[in-house]
């Protein structure tokens, strides 16, 4: 299932072999709203980054990054597989969620 929460993988449709992941924050019937991670390391965040400590989900193997001003709405269709979830209860979630819409608005 393709639900709030999850960490995905996904495919740009020009790009083959070059995948990326994210994490769902809404569902509105075929449409994620989607917001891209990075394992990238980085010490002092942007105020569009948000830091997902690999604690948080149940398959980052590194802390990541969330790019908050990257969200978006993407088909279900573009989800290549589920790799993990952050559970929708969980502060981190929240936060990122949060996070996003003080970026959109």
Do not use: M
Not at 18 to 39: A, D
């Amino acid at each position: 299932s393709r639900g709030l929460g999850d960490v995905y993988k996904r495919q740009y449709q020009y790009e083959i072999g070059y995948q990326h992941l994210g994490v769902v924050i809404s569902i509105v019937k075929q449409k994620l709203f989607v917001v891209p991670i990075i394992s990238e390391k980085h010490n002092d965040l942007l105020y569009t980054q948000f830091r997902l400590p690999k604690e948080s989900t149940s398959c980052l193997k590194n802390d990541s990054i969330a790019l908050l001003n990257d969200s978006k709405w993407i088909s279900k269709s573009r989800v290549i597989r589920i790799i993990g979830n952050i559970n929708t209860g969980d502060e981190y979630f929240k936060q990122l969620k949060y996070s996003v819409i003080q970026i959109i608005l």
